[in-house]
């Protein structure tokens, strides 16, 4: 059956892409479909919400600065949102929906390389309303980063469980310190005060059990899949 699409022409970033969300009712024997297109940014990453699915895109590279855009898409047929951001996440488990706000882990690199592996990564959390979100000509103010931790080298690894937020920075092993170690950052997330914990092994993996977090990953200079 034909689907009905709704497009919304938001701020447009330097490379263009249609974000589309179908939604179809599976109950109905016509399979009726609706669709939402955002016409805006290439994606960088997106996450799935109850409510809403969320598009990173990537704007433009200056040093250690990375200028995004960030849509909302909601799954029940409203219209689209957005909202101009700045740095990048790591991966699908960097964001959170929650509260009433969207709580992103963002990266800051030197270069222009994508890869979760740059050093001079500085670590932070974006937490803003969701009712921030509008046309995408607005920013995301710079008091909803929180600092987290800088990684020098190394691969990040980040989860949000229950109401907390673990961030690991991995040390790749040297001739001077062949062990593999982390840094570990650990903070609850509507209120971000991290603590770090040093750890004795290259953590590639982060894994909620139930309300506790287990830390994966190989230790004493054995060669990591991360």
Do not use: K
């Not at 022409?9 to 955002?38: K, M, P, W, Y």
């Not at 960097?94 to 222009?112: C, H, Y």
Request: proline share 7%; net charge negative.
């Amino acid at each position: 059956a034909p689907s009905r699409g709704t497009v919304n022409e938001l701020a447009l970033t330097s490379g263009i892409a249609f974000h589309t969300v179908t939604s179809c009712d599976l109950a109905n024997r016509a399979f009726q479909c609706e669709a939402t297109v955002v016409i805006g940014g290439s994606p960088h990453e997106f996450y799935v919400s109850r409510s809403a699915v969320y598009v990173w895109a990537i704007e433009s590279w200056s040093g250690r600065q990375v200028s995004s855009m960030v849509y909302r898409i909601p799954v029940g047929g409203a219209p689209p949102t957005a909202l101009r951001v700045r740095g990048t996440p790591f991966n699908h488990f960097s964001f959170l929906e929650a509260d009433g706000a969207l709580q992103v882990v963002v990266a800051n690199r030197t270069g222009s390389d994508e890869s979760q592996y740059d050093p001079a990564i500085a670590v932070s959390l974006l937490r803003v309303g969701l009712r921030r979100f509008g046309n995408g000509s607005t920013r995301a103010p710079e008091s909803s980063y929180s600092s987290l931790l800088n990684c020098e080298s190394g691969g990040v690894e980040n989860r949000f469980i229950d109401q907390y937020l673990l961030v690991s920075c991995a040390r790749m092993p040297t001739d001077t310190v062949p062990g593999a170690t982390s840094t570990v950052s650990v903070s609850r997330w509507a209120a971000p005060s991290p603590v770090e914990i040093e750890t004795p092994l290259l953590v590639s993996r982060i894994e909620p059990l139930g309300t506790h977090a287990v830390l994966a990953g190989p230790s004493r200079g054995d060669t990591p899949d991360l």
